[in-house]
């Protein structure tokens, strides 16, 4: 443990970065609460395969819309970061 504590610290070396939206889960609680609604809609699934196809149909929607529309860091943001870090 004492050896990645560096490693998981890392974040903590952004300066301004909104660090809740690093170290919250809230988002990933979220994503699953939705799989949940979707799946249990669905009912009773044949097989697996179906299952899987339904899930990652709607995670593939979910990062679409995710990246088009919600920047969760901005990326001016971390752009401006790389160049100072070079």
Avoid: H
């Amino acid at each position: 443990m004492e050896e990645g504590l560096e490693d998981s610290l890392a974040f903590y070396a952004f300066p301004n970065l909104d660090a809740w939206k690093i170290f919250s889960t809230n988002m990933l609680e979220r994503l699953n609460k939705e799989i949940r609604c979707r799946t249990r809609v669905a009912g009773i699934f044949p097989n697996q395969d179906s299952y899987l196809r339904l899930v990652t149909t709607y995670l593939i929607e979910y990062a679409e819309e995710w990246f088009a529309s919600r920047a969760y860091i901005n990326p001016k943001f971390i752009q401006t970061l790389l160049l100072n870090a070079a």
